[in-house]
Structures are given as C-alpha cells and as structure tokens.
C-alpha cells in the first residue's frame, strides 16, 4: 500500500509530538487521527480502521512502569491480531522496544526521530500491506549486510540482521555474545556504520590484550611522567573514541579490579587520565564483545552484575556456525569466489560430497575456521573443483565444543540418505582414507562399503 491511501492513528500523551505527527503526516498520508489518551484507544478502532498505528511506549497518567505501550499494544493485538502497530520509544527505552517486537510490534522508531526515517519505517511496514489495505500477517523483510560483508540466510543470522537494523540508530549499549569467530567484531562495526556516528571514529580495545600494568593508561590516556615510559601525553582509547563508538572487545577477560574502574568510567562518562586529577568528558557509544559466559562469572562473582546492566542495554548473540547448516554453503561460495579473485584463479565450484563435509564438520572456530579452510582448498586445489579432500580438518578442529556427544543436527529436513552419506564420509576421514579400517568401524564388509561408496556417488 502507498502512504498517500493511508489511514494512520497516533497515540501518545504528550501533545508536542501529537503535533509534530500531524504536521509531518498531513501531506503524506490520506488521514492522520491524533490522539492523547490510550485509554480511548480500543473505541477508536471500533469505529475506523487505520492501517498503522504509532503507538507510544509510556504513559504518564496511567501504569507509570514504563511498560504501558506493551500493554496497549497486547490490547490492540487481542482486538485485531494482524494490526500494524510501530511503537513510539525513547533513548533509553531501546530494549523495552526490542520486546514489543516479539509481542507483535511491527517496528519502532526513537524520540526524537528523523523525519525521513520515520516515513522510512512508515512505507516499510505499508509495503507489507496488501492493496485492499488489511494486514496480513507481518513477513519479516529479510535483511541484507552484504554491505559489511556479513553474510547468512538462516533465519538466526536474519534475527541478528533485523537487530542489527533495529538497534543500530540509537544510543543503547550493545553486548555482543558468542563463540570466536562468530562475527562479533564485523557485527560491532556494522552497528557503527549503520549508526549516526558513522561518521566519527570506531575504536577497537582488546580488552584480553591489556595487562593489567596498561589498562588504565590504554583505556584513559595518560599524562606526562605518569610512569617511566610516559615521554608525553596520550589519549585513552574512551577519549579517542569520543563521538563515535568505543568496541570493548574481550570484556569476559579483565579482572575485577579493571571491572571497578571500567564502571566508574561509564557510570560518570568521564575518564581520569593517569596522573592527573582532571576528568575528561568523552561521549561515547559502548558495543562490548564476549566469549565468556558472562552470567556464569557473574554468578560466581567473577563478573560485577551492574557492569552487565551497564553494558547490555541490548544484546545480540552471534549463533555458532554449527548451527547453521545453511550459512556455511552460502560462506563456503563466497569466501571461494574471493579468495580464487585474490590469488587470480578461476572461481572454484565445490563437488556435492565437499558440501556435504563442510555441512557437517562441527567448525570449532567458527567462520573463521571456514574462512581459512576454504582459503587453503582454494589455494592447495589442483583444477578449479573443490573435493573433500582439499579439506583437512585436524583433530583439534574436529574435537570441537560441541563435537561428540553434543553433536547438533544441521538444520532443515534431514534424509536418512544423507545421513548416511555423511557418517561413512566422516568415519573414512578419521581413518585418513583408510577403507578396511573405516567398514570395521562401521560394522559392515569392505564390499558393503565400497557399494555404498557407488551408491551415493563418492
Ligand atoms: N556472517 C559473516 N559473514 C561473512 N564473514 C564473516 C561472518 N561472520 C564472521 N565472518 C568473518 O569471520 C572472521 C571472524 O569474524 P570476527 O572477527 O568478527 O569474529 P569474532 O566473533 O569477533 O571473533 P573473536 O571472538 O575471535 O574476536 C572475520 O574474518 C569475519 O570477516
């Protein structure tokens, strides 16, 4: 549907953006009814279909929990479970409003808003929108971050791209959670990019290559003389990065000491450089990374919880690769086209028991792992197929975390065919090729395996 057929309903108690909703609708759109009290919501509907609604996310007059708009909406949703509602959110508010999403928001926008973003959001969610006008359930738009090179088709990387989306225009502090090599970094800049800080700096500290001797100065600068190897002045990293994004990378890795000094900082968004007394205001935007199991060390005392609270205002987990079937085909073509470019070679194609291989391995490293493995088989290959043997899995990457008995089952429907296919490759890769030893294992003859072997065409 086009915004200029539009019927839109906008409810929030505070008057001035009731007026700035009108005026910046009024020629956009067919009708723009306004109005101040939620309570009269549900009256409205009855007597008018509006094909949006901007709903604001509190109200002073009535619960005050801060979480009236969930409410308001779950009322809407029970009148008309295919409404389409976009919550209106404050700054501070972001993952209050990640939440209406799961309970049937179709988006949000933040206060205050940029006008061409919000008619932005507005098309977006009309667009979903058949021509008669009447919601059909919300499809989510598949996201594309091929601009940051961030690939995935699984529907879990397409939750972490409508995240990122989501996220990436605010102020909240992101915790990025996962394994190495899950693209927390790659996520980190993203957020940057897409943000309105894009255009000043990004800045990486790698939280677990500081010792302890050099975190304060690395993170709050120093002064002159400070220590014996401070010959001058130096700004932190907080300072450096301030009116951009500062990316604590590692941040599972510091001591509780660290922990203390880190909070202070954030808590008074200020930083004393060593050796002097003089605060530094820095304004700066925290995305923070982490392997560990954050809660666990916070239930151990070993992480301080307020930290946490401080540092994931949203968080977005990065899902192991192992989980995701799909992507490591899709990742496994790309990185080949570009690593056959890099090293001028023709684009390689993979034969179907290499995919199958890949499928399966458990990629203990993550993209990283396939990023590299797939660079090696391009460089190693001898024509332009990559075959199964063009990929050497150690035993260490082999024995990866969830390797053995937590063994996950890749995604989609699975054929007992291919399931089949996959273990006798598997067991004949860990006996390097070695067929007599690899039908022992399997419990069956040699002739019984080479006949499989035929059958599936290996
Ligand atoms: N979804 C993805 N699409 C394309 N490349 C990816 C993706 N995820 C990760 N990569 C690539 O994998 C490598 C590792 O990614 P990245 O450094 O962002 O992971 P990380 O989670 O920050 O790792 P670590 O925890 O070890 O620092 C990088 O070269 C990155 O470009």
């Not at 507005?122 to 919601?135: D, F, N, S, V, Y």
Request: aromatic residues 6%; charged residues 25%; proline residues 5%.
């Amino acid at each position: 549907m086009v915004p200029k057929k539009a019927r839109v309903l906008v409810i929030d108690d505070d008057t001035d953006v009731l007026f700035a909703m009108r005026m910046l609708l009024k020629t956009e759109v067919q009708e723009v009814v306004t109005e101040k009290n939620p309570e009269l919501l549900l009256s409205l509907l009855s007597k008018q279909r509006f094909d949006v609604i901007f709903l604001d996310m509190n109200y002073k007059s009535t619960l005050g929990s801060g979480n009236e708009g969930l409410y308001w909406l779950g009322r809407i949703r029970e009148k008309d479970p295919t409404a389409t509602v976009i919550m209106i959110t404050a700054h501070g508010e972001v993952s209050t409003a990640v939440r209406s999403l799961k309970a049937g928001a179709t988006d949000f926008v933040v206060k205050p808003w940029h006008n061409a973003q919000l008619l932005e959001t507005l098309t977006a969610a009309l667009e979903q929108l058949p021509a008669g006008g009447k919601a059909a359930p919300a499809p989510r738009r598949p996201a594309s971050f091929a601009e940051f090179d961030l690939l995935g088709q699984s529907e879990a990387m397409q939750e972490v791209f409508h995240k990122i989306e989501k996220v990436a225009p605010t102020e909240a502090n992101v915790l990025l959670l996962g394994e190495n090599g899950t693209g927390k970094e790659l996520v980190a800049k993203a957020l940057h990019q897409r943000s309105f800080r894009a255009a000043k700096p990004f800045v990486t500290a790698d939280l677990a290559a500081m010792s302890e001797g050099i975190f304060e100065s690395e993170l709050f600068g120093h002064k002159k003389g400070s220590f014996t190897d401070a010959r001058e002045d130096r700004a932190g990293r907080f300072e450096a990065a301030s009116g951009g994004t500062l990316f604590l990378d590692e941040i599972g890795n510091i001591s509780l000491a660290q922990q203390a000094k880190l909070l202070t900082a954030l808590q008074n968004r200020q930083v004393i450089p060593l050796g002097s007394n003089q605060p530094v205001p820095v304004d700066i935007r925290l995305i923070s990374a982490t392997n560990a199991p954050l809660y666990e060390l916070a239930a151990r005392s070993a992480f301080r919880k307020d930290l946490i609270y401080r540092l994931n205002t949203v968080e977005i987990t990065l899902p192991p690769l192992r989980t995701r079937a799909d992507d490591v085909l899709l990742l496994a073509r790309h990185f080949a086209g570009l690593y056959a470019a890099r090293n001028r070679k023709p684009a390689p194609t993979f034969e179907e028991a290499t995919l199958l291989k890949l499928r399966h391995h458990s990629w203990p490293g993550n993209v990283r792992e396939l990023q590299h493995a797939v660079e090696r088989a391009v460089i190693m290959a001898e024509g332009d197929v990559l075959r199964p043997q063009d990929f050497h899995f150690s035993a260490m990457e082999t024995a990866g975390p969830e390797a053995g008995s937590q063994w996950q089952l890749p995604e989609g429907p699975l054929q007992l065919q291919e399931v089949e296919k996959t273990t006798i490759l598997r067991v004949i890769e860990r006996h390097n090729g070695n067929i007599t030893k690899a039908a022992k294992e399997l419990g069956i003859t040699r002739t019984a395996l080479y006949r499989r072997l035929e059958k599936h065409d290996l």
